[in-house]
């Protein structure tokens, strides 16, 4: 994605926003909708439907009830059509004043020169939700939000999101060996990338309904991807088997507001979308972990089979991971970040493991 004009454009719309303020008494609000009238804040989001990633959808909701109604937030669904570079495209709308919000993976921003952000999506690092929500807690969120800048987006939240498990068709991923030559579905994302091939296999951006079409047609023979989407967006029957104790890594949902826009906010309605954004960040991992043992039960129901790698499977994959870590770390502020992730890991229980229903675990 090329930002390169993006400090331009931000100067023109800065300029047209100070030209709105000048003829507010007009008619128009400071917020740039019609006096007395709700301002309308339009949303790039990338699946069918926030419900899709709940803590997104938990944003949207106290937004309105924090305004009462006078800010409403308009969002455009599938942001890209599921393109490749859907969630790149996404950040670069935004930035330009295109849409006045959005939200993307923490995955992503790696591909667009916010490097710091891939330490949440580091290989095996943060596997709990007990540490996920430990991050949150911590000051990494807002450091991380401080990169932002760098693409010309201002940083509103961090919120906790799925954990992805390996998830196959023919056998359950395990140790390294059972990666080797399949092709993998996943995001755009640098660092899941990286960590795909270190496992000898081919990764392929694909998700949404390009998902499922890969599966059908054979291009991808796995993909990483958590419990409580699967089932309602890929059918179980044509990728069974799941790896219960490994986890990949998190989703993180990034949201982000055009500078500008943001700007043109009278000082309480940017204090509505801040607290939205931080009561919805606080909540967004208990929102989604209490989803996870239904969500097992009713992908059991529908035909998935739940595996469990040994202790030696897991070692094996943490030690194929180590070039992974090298290049992430030649980074130093990526590799603070790490650091202070590994320092929280080791004080934070694990939780619990996921149950398996009786019959829904894979033959080994």
Request: net charge positive; proline share 7%.
């Amino acid at each position: 994605m090329k930002l390169t004009r993006a400090g331009a454009l931000l100067a023109l719309i800065l300029a047209a926003v100070a030209a709105a303020g000048c003829s507010a008494a007009a008619g128009g609000d400071k917020a740039g909708g019609p006096a007395g009238g709700p301002v309308v804040l339009r949303m790039a989001s990338i699946p069918w439907n926030p419900s899709d990633a709940p803590p997104v959808a938990d944003f949207i909701r106290r937004v309105s009830a924090l305004s009462r109604g006078s800010i409403q937030i308009k969002v455009i669904n599938q942001w890209g059509l599921y393109a490749p570079g859907a969630e790149a495209r996404a950040v670069h709308a935004v930035a330009v004043g295109q849409v006045d919000l959005g939200w993307a993976g923490s995955r992503v921003f790696d591909t667009i020169g916010v490097p710091g952000l891939a330490a949440l999506s580091a290989p095996m690092l943060i596997d709990s939700y007990p540490l996920e929500n430990a991050v949150l807690k911590s000051s990494l969120p807002a450091r991380m939000l401080a990169q932002l800048s760098r693409v010309h987006v201002a940083g509103l939240a961090v919120l906790g999101d799925t954990l992805r498990h390996p998830i196959a068709v023919r056998r359950p991923l395990l140790a390294p060996v059972d990666w080797r030559g399949l092709s993998i579905g996943t995001y755009r994302s640098g660092v899941q990338e990286q960590a795909i091939r270190a496992l000898g296999a081919t990764p392929v951006v694909a998700f949404g309904p390009n998902r499922t079409h890969d599966l059908a047609t054979g291009r991808i023979q796995g993909f990483e991807f958590d419990v409580q989407r699967y089932g309602h967006d890929v059918p179980a029957s044509s990728a069974r088997y799941v790896t219960a104790n490994a986890v990949l890594w998190p989703q993180f949902d990034v949201l982000f507001a055009n500078p500008a826009r943001l700007a043109s906010l009278t000082a309480q309605q940017r204090g509505w979308l801040r607290q939205a954004s931080q009561q919805a960040a606080a909540d967004s991992v208990s929102l989604v972990a209490g989803q996870n043992g239904p969500s097992i039960r009713q992908a059991c129901a529908l035909g998935a089979r739940f595996a469990t790698a040994t202790s030696a499977d897991l070692t094996a994959l943490r030690t194929a991971f180590i070039p992974v870590y090298r290049s992430l770390e030649a980074d130093p502020q990526t590799s603070a970040f790490i650091a202070q992730i590994q320092q929280l890991k080791k004080a934070t229980p694990p939780g619990l493991a996921p149950a398996i229903p009786a019959g829904c675990a894979a033959r080994q």
